[in-house]
């Protein structure tokens, strides 16, 4: 019996969010007959925590070190937040599956005592906003640009314990982990956005699962856990981000979604820099040929 067939590791990182998800695949494991260990691994994100995105350099700052255990032979799986993964994957690695699409919506927590009744977002005037993404920053600053957008760092419970303490009027996050956490959100007032308003990061709400090109046996696995009705959204999102040639800290929201009668719409958002005007294009088609080009296309046109 070979080394994979007795039992896999996953490579995950240690936050309380990353631990759910890698649970979330040992139980998907554990229904295929495979037993698992976990290998826990402090990030270059993880570690840089007075840094916004956007001034920390180099790509995959929350996956390098996760995937130089799979090239290693630490581990057999990764599990990724995939709106985190870089578009490219190092040479040896594949994505080997990937999870259902949990809630992609960001959502808006505001404390109750800086709630503005009648006002857009019920937020007051030049209300303090807490979110380290450049993509979330601009599309705020494009509902109210009065608002002040200031970085904030850590996992989700440190965030929402930040704005609790006072440090923010509102804070923004994925609703995909304030859902897998079950949260307790009833000291606040939650907005939560519609993706085709608010435009998600590529990918948002989605668990990659990835592993060395070579290690068969473990793809094998892994592709009875595949949603191939999530790729095919997901990678009309992602193909956008890579011919952007950006990383996750881009100024830049894709989503893909298909309707009861079976079209695709694609939704898309991007700013040059956070505090610049904001282009929103939507297409649908009724497949994703040419969709995640033509995509691109309308979003430098404008």
């Known amino acids: ?23 979330f695949l040992q139980a998907e494991l554990k229904n295929q007959g495979v037993d698992s260990t976990l290998n826990i691994i402090k990030t270059k994100g993880d570690k840089i925590q007075d840094l916004s995105f956007d001034k920390i350099e180099g790509k995959g700052f929350f996956t390098k070190e996760i995937e130089d255990a799979l090239l290693d032979g630490s581990a057999h799986i990764a599990v990724h937040s995939m709106k985190d993964l870089p578009t490219d994957n190092p040479e040896g690695l594949v994505i080997g599956a990937l999870s259902y699409r949990e809630d992609a919506r960001d ?13 857009v977002l019920k937020l007051q005037n030049g209300a303090v906003i807490g979110t380290s993404s450049s993509r979330r920053k601009a599309q705020m600053l494009h509902l109210r640009n009065d608002l002040v957008m200031k970085d904030i760092r850590g996992n989700v419970p440190t ?26 959100l009833s000291d606040f007032e939650v907005i939560y956005f519609h993706p085709r308003e608010f435009t998600p990061a590529p990918s948002q709400g989605v668990l990659a699962f990835q592993c060395r090109a070579e290690d068969v046996e473990t793809r094998k696995i892994l592709a009875k856990l595949h949603h191939s009705d999530v790729s095919s959204c997901t990678n009309v999102e992602r193909k956008v981000l ?21 079209n695709y719409r694609a939704y898309g958002s991007m700013a040059h820099h956070v505090d610049e005007p904001l282009t929103k294009v939507s297409i649908a088609q009724t497949t994703t040929d040419q969709l995640a080009e033509n995509l691109f296309n309308a979003l430098n046109k404008k």
């Open 159 to 184: 965030r929402i314990q930040k704005l609790r303490d006072g440090h923010y009027d509102g804070i923004l996050l994925a609703a995909a982990g304030v859902t897998r956490l079950a949260l307790d």
């Open 107 to 119: 959502c808006l927590l505001i404390n109750k005592s800086s709630v503005a009744q009648g006002e």
């Open 242 to 262: 890579k011919m952007m040639g950006g990383g996750c800290h881009m100024p830049l929201g894709v989503y893909c979604e298909k309707d009861s009668a079976g």
């Open 1 to 23: 019996m070979s080394a994979i067939e007795k039992s896999v590791i996953i490579a995950t990182r240690g936050s309380e969010l990353a631990l759910w998800q890698a649970h």
